[in-house]
């Protein structure tokens, strides 16, 4: 099978089966996994990435609570080779290095990095205490 067919992140084969007839003529069945082309968000890359996916590989990605925690545990992604998950799991690691690396740096500097862990909301508008008492306001006058 092409590696399209059986997904790239978490690989599934496929199964045949072989029907005997009653005059006993064989003939073979192949199932395909039930492969997708999704597009999936990563938190530490703060982008979209596509992926050829299977859909059980999407309960286990929601499993372990996100795409980057996926790619970083499973095993079925490797550091080795050039699969779509490889890639974005080498180029999640080397974020996350890369992020080390400057917090490391503004430590040293004396800056704080209290808050550097916090990923912000990405097209969500969240709206503070004095907003919501400014509409409670004018509603009541």
Request: charged share 35%; no cysteine; hydrophobic share 30%.
């Amino acid at each position: 099978m092409v590696a399209r067919d059986t997904g790239q992140i978490d690989p599934a084969e496929g199964s045949t089966m072989e029907k005997t007839s009653v005059l006993e003529i064989r003939t073979r069945r192949k199932w395909k996994p039930n492969v997708q082309m999704k597009r999936l968000y990563s938190e530490v890359l703060d982008e979209m990435l596509r992926f050829h996916v299977t859909t059980s590989a999407l309960r286990t990605i929601d499993k372990y609570g996100g795409l980057d925690n996926y790619l970083l545990n499973s095993r079925h992604v490797s550091t080795e080779g050039f699969g779509e998950g490889q890639r974005a799991r080498n180029r999640i690691v080397m974020t996350l290095k890369q992020r080390e690396k400057l917090r490391e740096e503004a430590i040293e500097r004396g800056e704080s990095v209290d808050d550097w862990d916090k990923i912000p909301l990405v097209g969500k508008k969240v709206k503070s205490n004095e907003e919501v008492g400014e509409g409670e306001d004018d509603a009541a006058a």
